[in-house]
């Protein structure tokens, strides 16, 4: 059924770019920084391995800079407090054992939902389409956070930073779950928040949509030129209504 345009809809349509709403069927969630503000618990993780190595620890808000990218980066920035350096390999290898074993015991213990979550995967698990989490974090950290945040049942598909060869930037595992769902990229909808996200979604030949409050490095999403930017990800039901 077509119903009238709302206000938001309104608003938000020339902001939408190539977005045909009636079109997609698959829709890949980004996980930290999209569904789940997990910061608590990678800063704590991050400083207690630093707390390990007897190092000197961070401001926990400096780190929702250096989320993204995978693991191995985030613990090469919390070692060296930098977003490209490279610690020494003994240092990096003895923080990144430390850093795991950390993280799959606490990985959930200050993680919330971001407002809109649950009332927006309601309401698109009730239409004709598909829903697949795409993230860059590694099993089994990603299956033991949706777990724990109550979203597996959601998700007919998830693609972790290891399940393929490649992570994002790179269209690959963008590309393994839509053909997974034997889906054509054009009718494939991305949603993230960094320019990550942004980049792999534009290499796949997917519509890409951003929430402006995630994990980007500092930076404004909508520099990096998503078709769409929601405030909340609620705004999605009224697109595709």
């Not at 009332?119 to 089994?140: H, R, S």
Request: proline residues 5%; hydrophobic residues 40%.
């Amino acid at each position: 059924m077509n119903l009238p345009k709302t206000d938001i809809q309104s608003e938000m349509s020339a902001t939408t770019g190539t977005i045909d709403f009636d079109q997609v069927r698959l829709v890949l969630f980004d996980l930290d920084g999209t569904l789940v503000d997990s910061v608590g618990d990678l800063a704590w993780c991050g400083n207690e391995m630093l707390r390990s190595l007897q190092m000197p620890l961070h401001d926990p808000q400096a780190v929702r800079r250096w989320v993204g990218n995978g693991l191995e980066r985030f613990v090469k920035r919390v070692l060296t407090g930098d977003m490209e350096a490279e610690p020494g390999e003994t240092l990096f290898n003895a923080g990144l054992e430390i850093f795991k074993r950390l993280y799959a015991e606490h990985a959930s213990d200050h993680s919330l939902l971001y407002p809109g979550v649950i009332e927006t995967l309601d309401y698109l698990a009730g239409l004709d389409l598909q829903l697949a989490c795409v993230t860059n974090k590694p099993e089994p950290f990603t299956s033991g956070l949706i777990k724990a945040m109550g979203l597996a049942g959601y998700f007919g598909l998830v693609v972790a930073g290891d399940t393929t060869a490649k992570k994002k930037p790179d269209p690959m595992p963008l590309h393994y779950a839509a053909d997974h769902f034997l889906i054509p990229y054009a009718q494939c909808l991305m949603v993230g928040d960094s320019s990550n996200d942004v980049q792999a979604a534009r290499a796949a030949g997917f519509s890409i949509a951003c929430v402006p409050y995630g994990y980007n490095h500092g930076h404004d999403i909508r520099d990096s030129n998503p078709d769409l930017v929601v405030e909340n990800l609620t705004q999605l039901n009224e697109m595709f209504a």
